[in-house]
Each structure stands twice: as C-alpha cells, then as structure tokens.
C-alpha cells in the first residue's frame, strides 16, 4: 500500500475538526474516513456524508466479521471505521485520514502500525476552557467534567508521533502539512510510487 494513513486525535475542544477539514480542503489527494453508526441521523445530516448509518444488529455482526479497524461504544451508540474501505484507499495511493480517540488510534495501531498518529494539544487548560465555555451548550458542571476527561486524553500525546499545538490556527494547519508531505517523501512511500524510476536507476 502506498497511501499514507494519518490518525488525527485531541481532547475536546481542541480544534481538531475544523484543522482536518482545512487540511482535507487545502491538500489534494487526502480523504477523510466516514464512520459507521447505530445513533439516529439528524436533520441535515446525509447517509455516506456525515455517517454510514445502520442498526444495532447488524453492526454488531460486522464486529464479528472483523469489518472495523476500530469501534466503540459512546453514550449507548456504536461506532466504526471500516477496515475494508480505508485499505482499499491506501491501495489506491490515496491518503487517508481518521479523526478518532486516543484509544481508536490505539487499535489502529495493532492492525496497521505505519499508521501516523497526530495529536492536536491546545495552548493552555485556560484557552480550553474557554473554547468550552464559547460553545454557550454546557453547563459550568459539565465543562468541568469535559475539562477532566480533556487532561485524560492529553495524558497518552506519548503515543503519537507528533504533536501540533492549536494556538494559531494557521500555523497549526501548516504545521498538519508539513507532517503530509514529509510522510508523503517517507522510503515507505516513495519505495512504492516510485519504484519504476528506482528499477530504472539501478539497472546495468
């Protein structure tokens, strides 16, 4: 496979979803996973776009398959990234992104290990707070708790291998780029996409 798959993680809060659609919108050739469901689609949501979305069931049945590099269940609500479909893209010298946890990348990471873990930090516990408290959807109660489970997921930033800080968003998203390109030059890659001029430079 000679596509990259890139796995972009970050506490709450954080940006991380607004970098990955300037990232997707600003590099060619770069694709977002779209994830599979059990939770209800909501008005204005679109099947394929926002989610695959399916029953309980037969989700459950795909996990049996070994159908999902990775799943979880949120507030009663599974979730899924289609093995399938991203190696399929990764064939297709396409590159892949997955806006997951920490621990979805983590059983990324067992199936595809070459995967490239992102983890997206903010400036400060204060700037986070406010990003929170901005939203105007929480209560000072239920920031604080997101707040909490933000320091849990910033605890395994150890398990990626690179860190992008959030302060200005700009410099953040050049900084997301830069970790394309440079994967994109990696030998893995290039061993693959340019093995015709390699054969041809070593023959005689």
């Given at each position: 496979?000679?596509?990259?798959?890139?796995?972009?993680?970050?506490?709450?809060?954080?940006?991380?979803?607004?970098?990955?659609?300037?990232?997707?919108?600003s590099v060619p050739n770069l694709g977002v996973s779209v994830s599979h469901t059990t939770r209800p689609i909501r008005p204005g949501e679109l099947e394929g776009v926002n989610y695959h979305f399916t029953d309980r069931e037969t989700f459950v049945n795909r996990i049996g398959e070994g159908a999902f590099l990775e799943h979880a269940e949120v507030f009663g609500n599974l979730y899924g990234t289609s093995k399938?479909?991203?190696?399929?893209?990764?064939?297709?010298?396409?590159?892949?992104?997955?806006?997951?946890?920490?621990?979805?990348?983590?059983?990324?990471r067992r199936l595809l290990p070459?995967?490239?873990?992102?983890?997206?930090?903010?400036?400060?516990?204060e700037t986070l707070q406010?990003?929170?408290?901005?939203?105007?959807?929480?209560?000072?109660e239920v920031i604080a708790h997101?707040?909490?489970?933000?320091?849990?997921?910033?605890?395994?930033?150890?398990?990626f291998a690179y860190l992008v800080v959030n302060d200005d968003f700009d410099a953040a998203?050049?900084?997301?780029?830069a970790i394309v390109r440079a994967s994109r030059l990696s030998y893995r890659s290039q061993s693959v996409r340019q093995e015709t001029l390699l054969r041809r430079l070593l023959a005689g």
């Open positions: 496979m000679s596509g990259s798959l890139f796995i972009v993680a970050a506490a709450s809060g954080t940006g991380k979803t607004s970098l990955v659609k300037s990232l997707v919108e399938e479909w991203v190696v399929s893209q990764l064939q297709q010298d396409r590159d892949v992104i997955l806006e997951i946890d920490w621990q979805g990348a983590a059983q990324v070459e995967a490239v873990g992102i983890f997206i930090l903010p400036p400060s516990l406010s990003r929170l408290t901005g939203r105007g959807q929480d209560s000072p997101r707040l909490r489970e933000a320091q849990g997921d910033i605890a395994h930033y150890a398990e998203l050049t900084d997301l780029q």
